[in-house]
């Protein structure tokens, strides 16, 4: 697609529920990265994809968070057991590769709602 | 202290006014990015920079390295530029991860 495309773009959750959330990346591009936005503050970086391989994932806060990108393209990140702070709006970014002056793309963001 | 800071937190002008919104960062960067993020979360890039000065339309974007800071102007400002504007850094430790300012929330006035 033209842009990085993230579905859904809001979901309403009933705590304690499993949840998934998709990216889209850019065609071609290898990295990927998922970040999480509470409301009025700065994104949170979570993980971050070279290809089909997690490169960094020290972002994710427990183990209740888990993401994949089974094909280097289209990632999946995964809730279990959600909890109301888990509220928050889930961004996902994608490069052509990592490095100092590559551009990141960004998606329009998940609005996740645990209630 | 937040290895980035933005300046103000919150602005508020009327339509037409010259805009500025500070960046200053504390740690060494590869590069730094401006972003826009209207309400319902989606972000844009805006540039990229990792030395002098940039401008698209009516956006300027400036650094100074020495400093290490960065400021965003827009000039002649719009109601539809009403948004949060936000810096962040690529440090030179790492090839993606990017430290993020809090944001400035911007509203222009008709």
């Known amino acids: 697609g033209a842009g990085v495309s993230q579905t859904p773009s809001n979901k309403v959750t009933e705590k304690g529920k499993y949840v998934e959330l998709r990216c889209d990346p850019i065609s071609g591009h290898t990295a990927l990265y998922w970040y999480r936005q509470s409301l009025g503050q700065g994104p949170e970086f979570l993980i971050y994809f070279q290809g089909t391989g997690a490169a960094d994932d020290s972002g994710l806060p427990n183990d209740r968070f888990f993401a994949v990108r089974p094909e280097g393209s289209v990632s999946t990140l995964k809730i279990q057991r959600t909890e109301r702070g888990d509220s928050a709006v889930y961004l996902c970014?994608?490069?052509?590769?990592?490095?100092?002056?590559?551009?990141?793309?960004f998606g329009q963001g998940t609005r996740l709602t645990v209630v | 202290k937040n290895e980035v800071e933005q300046s103000p937190q919150n602005l508020t002008a009327q339509e037409g006014e010259f805009i500025t919104i500070n960046c200053s960062y504390s740690v060494g960067i590869s590069a730094l990015h401006w972003l826009q993020q209207h309400p319902g979360g989606g972000i844009v890039s805006l540039f990229m920079l990792s030395s002098g000065k940039k401008k698209h339309g009516r956006l300027i974007a400036t650094i100074n390295i020495q400093e290490k800071h960065s400021s965003l102007h827009i000039t002649a400002s719009h109601p539809r530029d009403s948004a949060v504007y936000i810096c962040a850094v690529r440090s030179m430790d790492s090839n993606y991860q990017l430290i993020w300012g809090a944001g400035t929330k911007l509203i222009i006035k008709p």
């Open positions: 970014a994608s490069s052509l590769m990592a490095g100092p002056n590559t551009e990141a793309f």
